[in-house]
């Protein structure tokens, strides 16, 4: 099977190539904005909708135009992809998957995509458009072998990390048939559970870390706006916040790596996010806790991989009921970690006992679908269970 893959590596720049990326952020952002503007004013004004080709039309106009002659300094397929981004914002827009597209800001993350015409790949150097020298990148991990490089995005963070992430073309060898067949329970305490009892927990450090963050935020709040005080303190924060999402990213992603290889089936329950938000003290959490990432590296690598994933429905009571007599509880309050059932007396671990409830209801609905099924909506799932 050929998939796409995408390598992520830090990047440290010469200070001519920071300079010669600023410059090209700088025009894609600008482009970007320009052709926001002008596709947002003739929808208004004349209820006429334009996309890519008139806006790349346009594109070639401004480069002729003296005061935009700086857009000749960057690539110019980085532009266009730049003006094919906001086409798929608009497109994400028409289709109801996303809010009308915002003009791009200076703050915040930078990114440029390089199509294949836009960068040389030679004796494992890359080097982009209109720089000189190949860029200096920590290849913490290899390439694959024989792997079809497809594009580069080269990014500069809050905090002023470079990367680069390759986009390469590889081909798959699906594992081995696994024996085993696991339920995962994802939750505010511990990230995820399985009905094998292993437990991915938030790694440690960012406890201690977040502590850290909520006093430099803090302190942040306190200093004037615009002074250089303020800027090294909002630099900090970007840091941490950084560290912070690197290290939950690393850990989820061995932890998946690992579910997906010792399984031949993983049962997940669909979280009711909606439902738990509304207590103020765990929404932060359940924004941090980043199950949304856990689910979708579980997906796409049961894919790769020849595995079989089913999200189960959302409301399925899988905390409640013991595992051992199918006992239902009425109510289970969050704070309870371990409980006895009051029907049979198991001792449960809050967390292993849904995990493994959420195996069983899977490997249920996996026999009356048949193993073709991937996945199956809640509704489905209702109408199976209420007949
Ligand atoms: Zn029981």
Redesign the pocket.
Known sequence: MIVQKAFKYRFFPTDEQAAQLANTFGCARYVYNQALELRTTAWQQEKKSIGYHTTAAKLTEWKKEPEKAFLSEVSSVVLQQSLRNLDTAFTNFFEKRANYPTFKSRRGRQSVRYATNAFTFRDGRITLAKQSGSLDIVWSRPLPDGAQLVSLTVSRDTSGRYFVSILVETVVKPFKRAKAEVGIDVGIKTLATTSQGEKLENPQPLVRREKRLKGLQRRLSRKVKGGANRKKARLKVAKLHAKISDTRRDAIQKFTTKIIRENQAIFVEGLNVAGMVQNHNLAKYIADAAFGEIFRELEYKAAWYGRTYLPLDRYFPSSKL?S??S?LLDDLALSVREWD?P??G?HHDRDINAAINIKRAGQYLLKSTGSGARKVTPTRYERRRSA
Do not use: Q, R
Request: hydrophobic letters at 25%; glycine letters at 0%; charged letters at 0%.
């Open positions: 013991c051992s007599c006992y059932c029907a049979c198991a």
